[in-house]
């Protein structure tokens, strides 16, 4: 049994280094080179905008209600970073820390495995990793072959599509 504090934060490091450790190579030479706009002051806010209110904050301590204080003359700041973390796709060590928070599956839990470990990241890499997101999204949404996996499209829309055009070629027919 681990009595000491320091003895019980390594056994946790080292449960979570297991739980996280992934050895998988990856390649990216099957994608092609394709870089987007820069990102925009919108593009910003409207992330800002979208993040919960009294959330915990990650290890820069950076709460979220601060970021949402931001006005359009200060986001130049936030844009600047963004858009040189894009051009660049170098994450800074800074905003890739996180704090993992373990949280009891069950009552009087006793093993690591028996808690949720909580990650509570920079609520600045949240902005960006939304911004990324949402231009994920709306690529997605201009292929016309994306049936699934898009909110509000799925397989029984494409089937009434397929049923309604295919009935209006025999009427017109």
């Known amino acids: 049994m681990i009595m000491g504090t320091e003895e019980k934060l390594k056994h946790w490091q080292t449960y979570i280094e297991e739980l996280f450790d992934d050895q998988r190579q990856l390649s990216c030479d099957n994608f092609p080179e394709e870089t987007g706009p820069e990102i925009s002051k919108e593009e910003v806010m409207q992330a800002v905008k979208s ?82 997101h949402n231009r994920i999204y709306r690529k997605l949404e201009e292929d016309i072959g994306q049936f699934e996996f898009l909110e509000g499209c799925g397989t029984c829309e494409v089937l009434f599509a397929f049923n309604s055009l295919t009935q209006r070629c025999l009427d017109v027919n």
């Open 51 to 132: 993040l919960k209110n009294s959330k915990a904050p990650g290890p820069d301590e950076l709460p979220v209600d601060i970021l949402k204080l931001i006005d359009e003359d200060r986001v130049h700041l936030l844009v600047d970073l963004f858009n040189k973390i894009y051009e660049n796709s170098i994450i800074p060590e800074e905003l890739l820390r996180s704090t993992f928070v373990p949280h009891p599956k069950k009552a009087h839990a006793k093993q690591c495995n028996d808690h949720r470990t909580i990650s509570l990241m920079s609520h600045t890499l949240q902005i960006f990793l939304k911004i990324i």
